[in-house]
């Protein structure tokens, strides 16, 4: 592994159509990150906890995400992390949704953009904050409400969090939370 201060994500274009199959697919993906990463500790058993969040009892770190049929990947030794990808061209009120479903002050700054701007702050928070659950292992709708407006370390009880905007992924937007800092993110692809 890296520095603890660099992380490298892997991202996979899964072509296959049928869900159970892009599962299967997906998981053997994940897996084979794993053995890399940890050959010392292969077979390795994907355990779940009570809100569904993934963890092996090797010594490393992952996450993952997807959205449609691109899939994201992360693996740290370091601590702790969680990972969202969202397609921005999605066809979702989310006007209605960051009225409804986000902190007060994220609304009025989504409602104060042009309204082409909109669709990229509502996707960028919203990533934010399904990383920052995913990080955590909760329930996303507690999540929701908490403002991640600002790209600043949160406290989650006796740890600070950081949320690291992934930015470089055409037509997508991502968000990484970990319990370190990162300064550099590399992304590899996953054929």
């Keep these: ?32 990150l794993l053995k890399n990463a940890c050959p010392e ?15 092996t009892d090797a010594p490393i770190y992952f996450s993952y995400s997807h959205s449609r049929q691109t899939y994201l990947y992360g693996l740290s030794k ?5 990972l969202d990808i969202e397609r921005t061209d999605k066809k979702r009120d989310f006007m209605t949704l960051s009225k409804r479903y986000f902190h ?9 953009l042009p309204s082409p701007d909109r669709a990229a702050l509502f996707y960028r928070l919203w990533s934010r904050k399904e ?5 955590c292992g909760g329930v996303l709708w507690y999540y ?17 969090l950081y949320l690291t905007d992934l930015t470089n992924i055409q ?6 939370a970990t319990v370190y800092p990162i300064h550099q993110i590399f992304i590899n692809t996953i054929k």
Excluded at 17 to 25: E, I, L, S, T, V
Excluded at 144 to 159: H, T
Excluded at 171 to 176: E, F, N, P, S
């Design 41 to 55: 500790s292969a077979p390795f058993k994907i355990n779940r906890t009570e809100n569904g969040k993934p963890y």
């Design 78 to 82: 370091h601590g702790e992390m969680g």
């Design 104 to 112: 007060a002050d994220e609304y009025k700054k989504i409602k104060a």
């Design 1 to 32: 592994m890296n520095r603890t201060d660099e992380i490298t994500l892997w991202l996979n274009h899964n072509p296959r159509q049928d869900n159970k199959k892009a599962k299967k697919y997906s998981d053997a993906i994940l897996h084979r």
């Design 171 to 176: 037509g997508y937007v991502g968000a990484m």
């Design 131 to 135: 990383a920052w659950c995913k990080l």
């Design 144 to 160: 929701l409400g908490r403002s991640v407006l600002d790209n600043q370390p949160l406290n989650e009880g006796n740890e600070t």
